[in-house]
């Protein structure tokens, strides 16, 4: 099973980025999907998530911001993170669930700058 996300880098406040998480190895239709985030000295925090079925939700910080989808013919969840703020800046992991039994993925690095 892998969860391979990329897009993170360094942007400045009010600029967009397009975090992926390609998967393999899972039924990706039969998983619901979440992004994380995780900020030095922070605790691990939802930032949105999206059932089998396509519908999300959103952390408070970060609602009218982000987007969450999923491709279900590319195994791929997406966020799109827009006015992206300096207090978003964190490594950001995707996760895999069904049931219950989660998968992550190694995170990518976001950094805004003001």
């Known amino acids: 099973v892998q969860l391979q996300a990329s897009g993170g880098g360094l942007v400045q406040a009010g600029e967009s980025l397009r975090l992926s998480c390609e998967t393999s190895g899972i039924d990706f239709v039969a998983h619901a999907f979440a992004w994380y985030r995780q900020a030095p000295g922070n605790q691990r925090e939802l930032v949105a998530a999206?059932?089998?079925?396509?519908?999300?939700n959103y952390g408070d910080s970060v609602k009218g911001r982000f987007t969450i989808s999923r491709d279900n013919a590319k195994n791929t969840v997406y966020l799109q993170m827009n006015s992206l703020k300096p207090e978003d800046t964190a490594v950001y992991l995707c996760?895999?669930?069904?049931?219950?039994?989660?998968?992550w993925g190694q995170g990518t690095l976001v950094t805004v700058s003001s």
């Open positions: 996760n895999a669930d069904q049931f219950g039994f989660s998968y």
């Open positions: 999206i059932t089998r079925g396509g519908n999300a």
